[in-house]
């Protein structure tokens, strides 16, 4: 790529050509036609509001790109914990940031992965897995296992493409979590809905 792009345009540009590789290959294991955009990137990390010495969970971090966004704003690449059940996909980020933990692995299996790393409890995490494209079993599963590794009080932040809610009302306060609506990214490719929820305390 030509010198005239920006370190950050040239990961943008990997990041595109790659998601449309694994999109090809995929299309229902990826889950969208396009990766997130900056925007709806931006808007997701200021939800989170995450102060830098907070230890930040991602679920389905896909090519990164709320994983740059965190990092622009301040968050140390060793508080950052990347799930991913993709194994192309965990490939590519290990080599987007080598300094950063990836763990390949299900979100469900959250608690696990991160007494594995002797994490305890984190005040915030963020998703980008399709829920809404999960079975109802699937959803509940990691509505347990986000509750189950959130501090009391802290937040989860996840989009959606569907407009209702990731998690049923029910299965929400089932494990503890309160959320609502925060918002819409319209621009995104296609447009995102944004859910906030918070741990009981």
């Known amino acids: 790529m030509s010198?005239?792009?920006?370190?950050?345009?040239?990961?943008?540009?990997?990041?595109?050509?790659?998601?449309?590789?694994?999109?090809?290959?995929?299309?229902?294991?990826?889950?969208?036609?396009?990766?997130?955009?900056?925007?709806?990137?931006?808007?997701?990390?200021?939800?989170l509001a995450p102060k830098a010495s907070d230890v930040v969970v991602e679920l389905g971090p896909g090519t990164g790109v709320f994983t740059r966004e965190?990092?622009?704003?301040?968050?140390?690449?060793?508080?950052?914990?990347?799930v991913e059940f993709n194994g192309r996909f965990v490939k590519f980020l290990k080599g987007e940031f080598p300094q950063v933990k990836i763990i390949e692995g299900a979100g469900q299996?959250?608690?696990?992965?991160?007494?594995?790393?002797?994490?305890?409890?984190?005040?915030?995490?963020?998703?980008?897995?399709?829920?809404?494209?999960?079975?109802?079993?699937?959803?509940?599963?990691?509505?347990?296992?986000?509750?189950?590794t959130l501090e009391p009080g802290g937040v989860f932040v996840q989009f959606s493409y569907f407009k209702a809610s990731p998690f049923t009302e029910s299965v929400?306060?089932?494990?503890?979590?309160?959320?609502?609506c925060a918002g819409a990214a319209m621009s995104n490719v296609p447009p995102a809905y944004v859910w906030r929820y918070t741990k009981s305390v």
């Open 109 to 148: 299996d959250l608690p696990q992965i991160l007494r594995a790393l002797g994490q305890g409890p984190v005040k915030k995490i963020i998703s980008g897995i399709p829920l809404r494209s999960l079975k109802p079993s699937e959803r509940q599963q990691i509505a347990k296992a986000v509750a189950a």
């Open 70 to 82: 965190l990092l622009s704003q301040g968050i140390a690449p060793a508080n950052l914990i990347l």
């Open 3 to 47: 010198m005239f792009f920006s370190p950050a345009a040239k990961a943008d540009w990997r990041s595109k050509l790659f998601f449309l590789r694994q999109y090809f290959r995929n299309p229902f294991g990826v889950g969208a036609v396009a990766p997130s955009s900056q925007k709806l990137a931006k808007f997701i990390v200021g939800l």
């Open 172 to 180: 929400a306060a089932e494990v503890g979590l309160a959320g609502k």
